[in-house]
């Protein structure tokens, strides 16, 4: 069933499980929290059930790439859940359930991470690894930077790449989105468990990525040292050079 609305083939993938996992999530809110507010993904029913406006809001991304990374199995697809309270992040989830692989964090409260069903571990930055996650939309100038310094690249969900350093074999994530509002607010959503973990979490300049859901950035980069959050600019710089990535402010 197409988001007929939207544009892109990206925009338009909108799957039975989209809408399936929204609602089961929903549901476990309605049941617990049910005064939150809502920023959902999918218009399913449950959605009209949530107040329109209030101090806490949840941010839902049943399936998070769908498309490139549900569908058509490209990399690694991710759900998303966020609380934000007073626009700041304070509690969220990100799955990778392909992998067997659920984050959580709060802030101030550490991440912790649960692998295919075992108990809770604190979750912790991956030593080594090769690989670099990277958004679906990353140019080919970008990507081949990275290789040509002997980088694996993995096209991921977003939700994926903002929690990149702290799967098994990857060693950094990168994406980035200059239009309208920069990286989103689902987007965002996985930066706080990576932070929580101990990982370095830069926008394109290498400052610290924006603290709340909404101070525009246009690129996320997630790694667990300044060396590696320089590659990934360097990386940025030679899609700029190639004209491929366009800067707004």
């Known amino acids: 069933m197409p988001k007929l609305e939207e544009h892109s083939a990206v925009k338009q993938a909108l799957t039975e499980a989209d ?25 399913t029913a449950s959605v009209a059930r949530f107040p329109s406006s209030g101090e806490a809001r949840v941010i839902i991304d049943p399936i998070d790439g769908t498309l490139n990374s549900y569908l058509e ?7 998303i859940v966020g609380l934000e309270v007073r626009g700041r992040y304070e509690a969220v989830l990100v ?23 075992r108990s809770h571990r604190n979750a912790r930055i991956e030593a080594g690894g090769e690989r670099i996650m990277v958004g ?3 140019p080919e100038s970008v990507r081949a930077h990275l290789r040509q310094r002997g980088y694996e690249i993995t096209p991921a969900s977003g939700g994926a790449v903002a929690v990149a350093p702290l ?23 996985g930066a706080l468990i990576s932070r929580e ?8 300049s290498g400052a610290s990525f924006p603290d709340d859901s909404s101070t525009r950035a246009n690129a996320l980069l997630v790694a667990k040292n300044e060396e590696d959050i320089a590659l990934l600019r360097d990386a940025l710089a030679a899609g700029l050079a190639a004209g491929d990535l366009v800067v707004r402010s």
């Open 167 to 189: 799967v098994r074999g990857v060693r950094a994530g990168l994406r980035w989105k200059a239009r309208e509002l920069g990286i989103s607010i689902r987007g965002r959503v």
């Open 136 to 138: 679906h939309d990353t």
């Open 197 to 204: 973990a101990g990982a370095l979490v830069c926008d394109e």
């Open 73 to 79: 199995s490209k990399g690694p697809y991710s759900v």
């Open 19 to 43: 809408q399936q996992t929204q609602e089961i999530i929903l549901r476990a809110l309605l049941d617990n929290f049910p005064r939150v507010c809502l920023a959902a993904e999918e218009d």
């Open 95 to 117: 799955a990778m359930p392909r992998e067997g692989l659920f984050f959580e964090a709060s802030r101030g409260g550490g991440a912790r991470i649960e692998v295919a069903g």
